[in-house]
């Protein structure tokens, strides 16, 4: 039997990237899928086919986690048609790369309403919409460890979702669920390397004990595991999945 059959996940930004290996193996591991997204149509439908071909369900919803509204109908449709939610993996977010000093009021603003927003938008949802033994990941990243110029403002809504995380969990723990964060290395997605040099990417690659970058499968994997009955007892943990990294 699946580990997680007859669950059903909703994966926020699951269109492409880690989001959408996210979403295959838990698929894989016999849940039903919510694929995300926000403008990615023709993606996330890409990957609901690929998740229905194999023998699996999923659906997608579009909606902006930034507005609460579409946050609130996201879990009304996903309920409408499976009946209940148990997982939520927040993966969706932005990245804006800039000296402080360099930082606009808009670059600010839009990762702050998205990445920190959003993640508050969805638990502030699942709090009553969650069903109950249910479990949440909320993808954070490794930057909140390593204090890398440029990612001043990225990183500080990354810890902010981090703190956010580990105060949910107290506070919905008395209906068994349990709250983590995944904090993600380098890791070799389209997005990712788009615009980076070869000596960019070798330096990154050499950061970590494994002289590598991290994969979407090696990500997905540990998000799918914290969603199982076997991981009920870590809670409120910032997990670094990055090879060693930090």
């Known amino acids: 039997m699946s580990v997680l059959n007859k669950q059903v996940a ?13 979403a295959k193996v838990l698929a894989k591991n016999g849940a039903k899928v919510v694929i995300n997204y926000i403008g990615g149509k023709v993606a996330a ?38 009946g209940k939610v148990d997982i939520l993996v927040n993966n969706a977010g932005i990245m804006m790369n800039s000296l402080i000093k ?29 069903a ?3 479990s949440i990941i909320n ?10 110029p440029t990612y001043g403002i990225y990183s500080a809504t990354k810890s902010a979702v981090q703190q956010i995380s580990s105060v949910f969990a107290k506070e919905i723990g008395n209906r068994g669920i349990n709250v983590n964060c995944v ?9 990712f390397l788009e615009g980076k040099s ?9 950061s970590n004990a494994f002289k590598r970058l991290g994969t979407p499968s090696d990500i997905a994997k540990i998000v799918s595991f ?3 009955d076997e991981a009920k007892w870590i809670n409120g943990q910032n997990i670094g999945v990055n090879g060693g990294m930090a």
């Open 139 to 148: 993808i954070s990243s490794t930057v909140t460890r390593t204090n890398f």
């Open 132 to 134: 109950d033994n249910g």
């Open 102 to 130: 360099d930082t606009t009021d808009e670059i600010f603003e839009k990762q702050f309403n998205v990445n920190v927003k959003g993640v508050f938008n969805t638990l502030r949802e699942a709090s009553t919409q969650l």
């Open 45 to 82: 439908e890409k990957i609901v086919k690929e998740i229905v071909q194999n023998g699996f369900e999923a659906i997608s919803i579009q909606a902006d986690i930034s507005k609460s509204e579409d946050v609130k109908n996201l879990f009304d449709t996903a309920i409408s048609h499976f």
């Open 10 to 22: 909703i994966v926020t930004g699951s269109s492409k990237g880690i989001g959408a290996e996210i």
């Open 198 to 206: 070869d000596e960019t990417i070798t330096q990154l690659s050499n």
């Open 226 to 228: 914290l969603a199982t």
């Open 183 to 191: 904090l993600p290395g380098p890791t070799g997605t389209e997005l």
